[in-house]
């Protein structure tokens, strides 16, 4: 019996535009049965082979607007199309809209209950820890950083199981 392979991605950014600002932050949150297991990749190490590294025997891809946003982005500025790599795609965000839930996903978190070590950051601060990392060298801000979005890729999991 083979067990299913399901992932859940978020990707942070240095803006909204993926021909102008780089994605700072890929992470992926990969559970096969009982095992997890949690990738990030971050700035330079952020390339289409790593990705698809990452994402080997996935079948299921899970995201928050990633239908609209992380896997666009991804494509423009990676070239890579995880849909055309065989990978289904579920972007969480309608099913919340179905269930009446709007808005972001530190919203719809808030009206399921769902916690937050962090909760106190969102995008904006996120690309300021990232410029901090990179012109401060502050290393303190990247692990604030990583540690929120490996936060963001661990509550999807948590919003999936609600949801159902």
Request: aromatic letters at 8%; a negative charge; charged letters at 30%.
């Amino acid at each position: 019996m083979t067990i299913a392979c399901e992932a859940y991605l978020d990707i942070e950014t240095t803006g909204f535009s993926p021909d102008d600002c780089p994605i700072t932050v890929i992470g992926i949150h990969i559970c096969r049965g009982q095992d997890e297991e949690f990738v990030q990749l971050v700035g330079d190490h952020i390339t289409p082979e790593a990705l698809l590294e990452a994402l080997r025997g996935v079948e299921v891809l899970y995201t928050f607007n990633g239908e609209r946003f992380d896997l666009p982005y991804i494509r423009r500025r990676l070239g890579v199309d995880l849909m055309a790599e065989g990978i289904r795609h579920c972007d969480l965000m309608h099913h919340c809209h179905r269930q009446g839930l709007r808005g972001g996903l530190k919203k719809v978190e808030v009206s399921l209950g769902i916690r937050r070590r962090l909760p106190n950051i969102n995008g904006y601060q996120a690309v300021r820890l990232w410029w901090r990392y990179l012109n401060d060298y502050d290393d303190q801000a990247l692990e604030t950083l990583l540690e929120y979005n490996k936060e963001d890729t661990q509550n999807l999991k948590i919003l999936r199981r609600r949801l159902e």
